[in-house]
Protein backbone atom coordinates (compact mmCIF):
# COMPACT_ATOMS: atom_id res chain seq x y z
CA UNK A 1 0.00 0.00 0.00
CA UNK A 2 1.27 3.68 -1.04
CA UNK A 3 0.28 6.87 0.40
CA UNK A 4 0.47 9.49 -1.75
CA UNK A 5 0.39 12.92 0.54
CA UNK A 6 -0.34 16.41 -0.82
CA UNK A 7 -1.10 20.23 -0.20
CA UNK A 8 1.93 21.54 1.86
CA UNK A 9 3.10 24.80 1.60
CA UNK A 10 4.05 28.25 2.54
CA UNK A 11 1.62 30.05 4.62
CA UNK A 12 1.28 33.39 6.92
CA UNK A 13 0.27 32.94 9.80
CA UNK A 14 -3.41 33.05 10.49
CA UNK A 15 -3.72 31.13 7.16
CA UNK A 16 -5.09 27.68 5.73
CA UNK A 17 -4.27 24.86 4.04
CA UNK A 18 -5.59 21.33 2.97
CA UNK A 19 -3.13 18.02 2.94
CA UNK A 20 -4.90 15.44 1.19
CA UNK A 21 -3.35 11.82 0.95
CA UNK A 22 -4.16 8.94 -0.71
CA UNK A 23 -3.81 5.19 -0.44
CA UNK A 24 -3.33 2.85 -3.52
CA UNK A 25 -6.10 0.29 -2.19
CA UNK A 26 -9.63 0.75 -3.72
CA UNK A 27 -12.64 -1.23 -2.47
CA UNK A 28 -11.53 -1.41 0.81
CA UNK A 29 -11.92 0.51 3.60
CA UNK A 30 -8.98 1.54 6.09
CA UNK A 31 -9.41 1.25 9.68
CA UNK A 32 -7.41 3.85 10.52
CA UNK A 33 -5.79 6.77 8.84
CA UNK A 34 -4.26 10.01 10.27
CA UNK A 35 -1.50 12.63 10.57
CA UNK A 36 1.68 13.16 12.20
CA UNK A 37 4.01 16.07 11.98
CA UNK A 38 7.71 16.11 12.81
CA UNK A 39 9.34 19.65 13.07
CA UNK A 40 13.00 19.74 13.32
CA UNK A 41 14.10 18.37 16.46
CA UNK A 42 11.57 17.21 17.77
CA UNK A 43 10.08 13.69 18.21
CA UNK A 44 6.87 13.02 15.37
CA UNK A 45 3.64 13.62 17.10
CA UNK A 46 0.25 12.41 16.14
CA UNK A 47 -2.06 15.52 15.08
CA UNK A 48 -5.02 13.73 13.79
CA UNK A 49 -6.50 10.32 13.30
CA UNK A 50 -10.23 9.02 12.35
CA UNK A 51 -11.37 5.54 12.23
CA UNK A 52 -13.58 4.06 9.62
CA UNK A 53 -16.73 4.77 12.06
CA UNK A 54 -16.07 8.28 11.33
CA UNK A 55 -14.43 8.84 15.21
CA UNK A 56 -11.50 11.04 15.02
CA UNK A 57 -9.01 12.17 17.74
CA UNK A 58 -6.60 15.36 17.95
CA UNK A 59 -3.73 16.59 19.74
CA UNK A 60 -4.84 19.63 22.04
CA UNK A 61 -2.72 22.30 20.14
CA UNK A 62 -4.73 21.91 17.24
CA UNK A 63 -8.53 21.06 18.75
CA UNK A 64 -10.33 23.97 16.98
CA UNK A 65 -8.21 24.57 13.85
CA UNK A 66 -7.89 21.38 12.38
CA UNK A 67 -9.99 19.03 10.67
CA UNK A 68 -9.77 15.77 9.76
CA UNK A 69 -12.01 14.19 7.36
CA UNK A 70 -11.89 10.92 4.89
CA UNK A 71 -13.11 11.05 1.34
CA UNK A 72 -16.26 9.41 -0.39
CA UNK A 73 -13.91 6.72 -1.43
CA UNK A 74 -12.84 6.09 1.89
CA UNK A 75 -8.78 5.35 0.60
CA UNK A 76 -8.21 9.07 1.27
CA UNK A 77 -8.21 11.06 3.88
CA UNK A 78 -7.47 14.81 4.62
CA UNK A 79 -6.57 17.78 6.99
CA UNK A 80 -7.70 21.02 6.70
CA UNK A 81 -6.20 22.91 8.73
CA UNK A 82 -7.32 27.06 9.62
CA UNK A 83 -5.45 29.68 11.73
CA UNK A 84 -2.31 28.19 11.52
CA UNK A 85 0.55 29.23 13.35
CA UNK A 86 4.56 29.42 13.15
CA UNK A 87 4.40 25.89 15.48
CA UNK A 88 2.57 24.21 13.04
CA UNK A 89 5.44 24.01 10.55
CA UNK A 90 6.36 20.65 10.14
CA UNK A 91 6.78 17.64 7.75
CA UNK A 92 3.33 16.10 7.75
CA UNK A 93 2.68 12.65 7.61
CA UNK A 94 0.19 10.40 6.43
CA UNK A 95 -0.43 7.22 8.14
CA UNK A 96 -2.95 4.48 7.60
CA UNK A 97 -3.37 0.72 8.89
CA UNK A 98 -4.58 -1.80 7.36
CA UNK A 99 -5.03 -5.38 8.08
CA UNK A 100 -2.88 -4.76 11.19
CA UNK A 101 -0.13 -3.11 9.23
CA UNK A 102 1.55 0.01 9.04
CA UNK A 103 2.20 2.45 6.54
CA UNK A 104 3.63 6.32 5.65
CA UNK A 105 3.51 8.70 3.03
CA UNK A 106 6.62 10.36 2.21
CA UNK A 107 5.62 13.38 3.97
CA UNK A 108 4.81 16.84 2.64
CA UNK A 109 6.11 20.30 3.79
CA UNK A 110 4.28 22.87 5.77
CA UNK A 111 5.93 25.85 6.10
CA UNK A 112 4.18 29.10 8.33
CA UNK A 113 5.94 32.56 7.98
CA UNK A 114 5.22 36.21 7.50
Not at 12 to 19: A, I, K, V
Not at 55 to 84: C, P, Q, W
Not at 89 to 97: K, R
Request: charged residues 15%; glycine residues 10%; hydrophobic residues 35%.
Amino acid sequence: VQLQASGGGLVQPGGSLRLSCVASVTGISINYMAWYRQAPEKQRELVASINSGGTTTYVDSVKGRFTISRGNAKNTVHLEMHSLKPEDAAVYYCNAVLFSQTYWGQGTQVTVSS
